[in-house]
T-cell receptor
Framework: GQNIDQPTEMTATEGAIVQINCTYQ??????LFWYQQHAGEAPTFLSY????GLEEKGRFSSFLSRSKGYSYLLLKELQMKDSASYLC????????????FGKGTTLSVSS | GAVVSQHPSWVICKSGTSVKIECRSL??????MFWYRQFPKQSLMLMAT?????????EQGVEKDKFLINHASLTLSTLTVTSAHPEDSSFYIC?????????????FGEGSRLTVL
């Protein structure tokens, strides 16, 4: 079966760094995605990893270890607007198939 | 970047009526679109894959006669919730890939929040 696990909730303060972990067990693997979703809105793309290692994009970085079925999203210099749900998603097959989403991690950033 | 537009954003209907949701890719052609459903504080669950020019592929447990999908053109897919009931109240989101994007990320529509009274 397909299974993607991530923590349900996390809290942090402005300016801090937070790491959101994701583990996955899927029938195949063709890339891992991180999306941000604010309440009542559609998800927006943050990052994509298909090879092992760290991908950095501004304040956000994403790491992948395929052998461990593990990824994390690292958010630096947290801002209040970063309060949202962060979704880990896996593409199990070749391009053209749907993504499988985890349940999302709700991040609350306080001042 | 690629844009997917979904309409309507909000819809309230009476139990037993049908509701149609449209999903359009505005600046690319999509032979495949994906329809997801999301209940409060839950994950996005894939309902079906919409294929241009052929029948949609439904996920296990999704009633194809209740959730009618039509992919009339390379830029338009529609989801019709037939004989809607309160338990169908949810956030429905369509998505598609831009063939020109290497990463294969999904671009999402704005979502349609359906409330069935």
């Amino acid at each position: 079966g397909q299974n993607i696990d991530q923590p349900t909730e996390m809290t942090a303060t402005e300016g801090a760094i937070v790491q959101i972990n994701c583990t996955y067990q899927t029938s195949g693997f063709n890339g891992l995605f991180w999306y941000q979703q604010h309440a009542g809105e559609a998800p927006t793309f943050l990052s994509y990893n298909v090879l092992d290692g760290l991908e950095e994009k501004g304040r956000f970085s994403s790491f992948l270890s395929r052998s461990k079925g593990y990824s994390y999203l690292l958010l630096k210099e947290l801002q209040m607007k970063d309060s949202a749900s962060y979704l880990c998603a896996v593409s199990p097959n070749q391009a053209g198939t749907a993504l499988i989403f985890g349940k999302g991690t709700t991040l609350s950033v306080s001042s | 970047g690629a844009v997917v537009s979904q309409h309507p954003s909000w819809v309230i209907c009476k139990s037993g009526t049908s509701v149609k949701i449209e999903c359009r890719s505005l600046d690319f052609q999509a032979t495949t679109m994906f329809w997801y459903r999301q209940f409060p504080k839950q994950s996005l669950m894939l309902m079906a894959t919409s294929n241009e020019g052929s029948k949609a592929t439904y996920e296990q447990g999704v009633e194809k006669d209740k959730f009618l999908i039509n992919h009339a053109s390379l830029t338009l897919s529609t989801l019709t919730v037939t004989s809607a009931h309160p338990e169908d109240s949810s956030f429905y989101i369509c998505s598609a890939r831009d063939p020109g994007q290497i990463t294969g990320e999904l671009f999402f529509g704005e979502g349609s929040r359906l409330t069935v009274l």
